[in-house]
């Protein structure tokens, strides 16, 4: 349950600044919706960046009026929780090129009548970086106390260490990766073409035909979803499980697993759009900072004052432990502040998202510190 | 605060402004002795999250690593003191994890608990019994230290490798020198801390 004290504040910055992106391309200018929680204090040093992952939107923590589902990660920021609104300035951005409320391929393209769709240009995690620095500009936030993401949020949370080393305090990184296995960009190729092949795609700019790939991006949801759950948490949660008593001997649902999967595909498709999700699997596919910064990231690190906290979990096989132990060996050549934690958990891929004793309590030994060292 | 005993030592064998890895750290207590004393730019490596979590209380950089899967993640060299305090009688492998720690320090530390001790020798010949004591206080079937040895052991073991001690400090749990820890350390010392090169 959500505590009912947290105070939601939902709003849209309009950036007016052309963004340069990795690409080459421009935009012009763009919205980007943000909520934030708790509030910025006389010194302004409690603000706090949440960065979400590939699914995730700005609605972090807390429940709007009238609605009984908290925002994504409502068990980790509230009052009282690891990431605590008493005493933190919570932002949380829904990324640019996302479907919920920023600029992305389902906004109008300024000045037209027409929808982005497929036209909306690859946005990658540097490009995120550079438009978030432009919303924390916007709400007058000169540093960061901390950012703190899971899985694609991690990755952004260490980009920006990189990117503004002298804006982040100090960086949480979960269930993240330096860089994308081929294995890791498989799962998403094939995600893809998942969407691609679907007859309502029809080259992405399926909203100005009024349809929607649903088939594919369900596929694709349902491919993911078991990527973010382990062997163990599936085989717990449905076993061999049938629907019916029996076998039927067609291919309609018969095990739990196939009902659950179909389901959560389903449900996917109502609230995000195809080209968001091709959009987000590219930007993964392409993050890759060691190569991009090369042997100016020695340099780099030299300058960057932030202390990290860095989190696997055990059975995660999208972003295993190993990955993660890539990032700090990384900080440990840099000779830079960092902590690790390995956590055992059955969970998958999407542990950083539940209720665990163990992680939970070295969130809030590690943010505990921070706030009292200010 | 007061800090423990045998951590003092060990202290006052580091350098100022040294680089500093503790294998096995705890809550933390060394490297936070260490950054308040002298100045020490240092991690800590524990398997135990609840030690992971007193270590970030403290405000020490800790890494929750298994010392038996070794220090591969540490660059050769890359640290000036590489510190076992305590934790040698719990590893697989101890050649293998201080040949690493020779390989990763310029010079590694070595703490254990003198299973030659006249009391655990007593407790041996007159009970009958795996000797229990302030220091290894574990019963047999519970304990972690698999692999206990005594202060001849390890001059023997050291000797048989090349490692080369440079300094040695036997002392009582008091971490105190006196005559008998001196003229006969293998019956009278209680813990054991080794300079190694």
């Known amino acids: 349950m959500s505590d009912p004290s947290i105070n939601i504040f939902t709003d849209v910055a309009e950036i007016k600044s052309p963004l340069t992106l990795v690409s080459g391309k421009v935009i012009d200018e763009y919205n980007l919706k943000y909520e934030t929680y708790g509030m910025l204090n006389k010194e302004k040093n409690n603000a706090v960046l949440i960065c979400h992952a590939l699914s995730g939107n700005h609605h972090a923590a807390g429940c709007y009026n009238n609605e009984k589902k908290p925002g994504w990660w409502d068990n980790m920021i509230g009052p009282g929780k690891p990431i605590d609104t008493d005493k933190l300035y919570v932002v949380c951005v829904n990324n640019l090129g996302g479907c919920h409320g920023s600029t992305g391929p389902t906004s109008q393209i300024p000045n037209t009548q027409k929808i982005y769709g497929s036209s909306f240009p690859i946005i990658t995690v540097n490009d995120w970086v550079n438009s978030q620095k432009e919303l924390m500009d916007f709400l007058k936030i000169p540093s960061w106390r901390f950012i703190v993401g899971g899985s694609l949020g991690g990755m952004q949370a260490f980009q920006w260490t990189i990117q503004y080393p002298s804006l982040v305090k100090n960086c949480i990184v979960i269930a993240a990766a330096p860089k994308l296995t081929a294995q890791n960009i498989a799962f998403n190729e094939v995600a893809r073409q998942a969407i691609m092949k679907d007859p309502n795609w029809h080259d992405g700019n399926y909203i100005e035909k009024g349809v929607v790939p649903a088939q594919g991006l369900s596929l694709a949801r349902m491919l993911g979803h078991i990527t973010y759950l382990s062997d163990e948490s599936m085989g717990e949660k449905f076993g061999r499980e049938l629907k019916q008593a029996k076998l039927n001997f067609n291919y309609d649902v018969e095990f739990q697993i196939e009902s659950y999967l179909r389901y959560q595909g389903e449900k996917f498709v109502t609230g995000f759009d195809a080209n968001t999700y091709l959009l987000m699997t590219k930007s993964l596919d392409y993050f890759d900072p060691i190569k991009d910064f090369g042997d100016s990231l020695k340099e780099i690190f030299k300058s960057v004052k932030s202390k990290y906290l860095v989190i696997s979990f055990t059975s995660d096989w999208r972003f295993p432990p190993k990955r993660s132990r890539e990032i700090v060996k990384l900080l440990l050549d840099n000779e830079k502040d960092v902590s690790y934690s390995e956590i055992n958990s059955e969970g998958g891929h999407d542990a950083f998202l539940m209720d665990n004793e163990d992680y939970f309590g070295v969130m809030k030994s590690f943010i505990d510190e921070v706030n009292n060292g200010i | ?197």
């Open chain 2, 1 to 197: 605060m007061a800090f423990r005993k045998d951590l003092l030592l060990i202290s006052s064998w580091i350098r100022p402004r040294s680089k500093v890895l503790d294998l096995g750290c705890g809550d933390g207590e060394l490297l936070k002795l260490l950054k308040i004393d002298k100045n020490i730019n240092g991690y800590g490596i524990d398997n135990d999250v609840m030690n992971i979590k007193k270590s970030l209380t403290n405000d020490i950089n800790v890494l929750q690593m298994d010392l038996d899967d070794g220090l591969g993640d540490f660059e050769s060299n890359s640290f000036n003191y590489v510190v076992l305090a305590q934790s040698l009688q719990v590893v697989k492998n101890p050649k293998l994890l201080i040949d690493d720690m020779l390989r990763v320090g310029d010079e590694i530390i070595v703490s254990f608990p003198n299973m030659g001790h006249w009391v655990a020798r007593l407790q041996l010949l007159f009970r009958g019994k795996m000797p229990v004591t302030e220091n290894l206080p574990y019963k047999w079937q519970d304990t972690p230290n698999i692999h206990l040895c005594t202060i001849k052991d390890f001059m023997d073991f050291c000797k048989e490798n090349n490692y080369e001690i440079t300094e040695k400090y036997i002392a009582n749990d008091k971490q105190k020198k006196n005559l008998f820890n001196k003229v006969m350390p293998n019956l009278f010392g209680e813990v054991a801390t080794f300079r190694i090169r």
